[in-house]
C-alpha cells in the first residue's frame, strides 16, 4: 500500500493532508477536525489578499472549494468499499458577503447512513442530497451549498 492511501486511512493524517494540499493552502482553506468515526468536518477559511474578490469578500469559488469533498469522504469511509462513492452535483446559493473566518460544518448522521445503505442494497443507485452551510463569525449563513452524491454497491465478484 502507497504512503498516501496509507495516510487517507488516519482522520488524523488526513486533515494534515489536506491542510499541506496546494489547492486548500492557496485558498487559505483550513480542515480544523475531522472526528475519528469520520461522521463530522470542520473546515474554515479566513479573509486573505489572495482570496478576496473585486468587492473584498470572499472569492465565489473558494467559498465553494472548502465544501467540495467531505461529504464524499466522510460517507466512504462509514460505508466500506463495498460501495462506489462519487460527488454527482453541488448548488451553492451566496446569500450574504463573506467577510473574515467563515466556517462550513459537515455531519454524517446514522440516519444519512442507513438511507444510503437501504436505498442501494439491491443495486440500484442512490443520490442523496445534503445540505452545508458556510457561515461567518457572527453565525450568519454566507452560502448554502447542496452536495448530490452518486452511490451504488459495487458487484459482487
Known amino acids: 500500500m502507497n504512503r498516501l492511501v496509507r495516510a487517507m486511512q488516519s482522520p488524523m493524517a ?16 483550513t480542515v480544523r477536525e475531522i472526528a475519528p468515526d469520520w461522521r463530522r468536518v470542520v473546515v ?5 489578499w489572495y482570496n478576496r474578490n473585486y468587492f473584498g469578500t470572499h ?10 469533498p467531505f461529504y ?6 462509514n460505508i466500506g468499499p463495498d460501495y462506489v462513492v ?8 451566496f446569500l450574504r458577503p463573506g467577510r473574515g473566518r467563515v466556517t462550513a460544518s459537515f455531519e454524517l448522521s446514522p440516519a444519512m447512513i442507513d438511507t ?3 436505498a442501494t442494497a439491491g443495486g440500484e443507485k442512490h443520490e442523496p442530497t445534503w445540505p452545508v452551510e458556510v457561515r461567518d463569525e457572527a453565525g450568519e449563513v454566507v452560502a ?14
Do not use: E
Request: charged share 20%.
Open 14 to 29: 488526513l486533515r494534515l493532508l489536506f491542510n499541506c494540499y496546494p489547492p486548500y493552502m492557496m485558498t487559505g482553506i
Open 59 to 68: 472569492f465565489g469559488a473558494s467559498l465553494y472549494a472548502m465544501t467540495d
Open 144 to 157: 448554502r451549498v447542496a452536495k448530490t452524491l452518486y452511490v451504488r454497491r459495487k458487484p459482487s465478484a
Open 72 to 77: 464524499v469522504i466522510m460517507l466512504a469511509r
Open 86 to 93: 462519487w460527488d454527482r452535483a453541488a448548488h451553492i446559493d
Open 116 to 118: 444510503v445503505i437501504a
Open 44 to 48: 474554515q477559511m479566513g479573509l486573505h
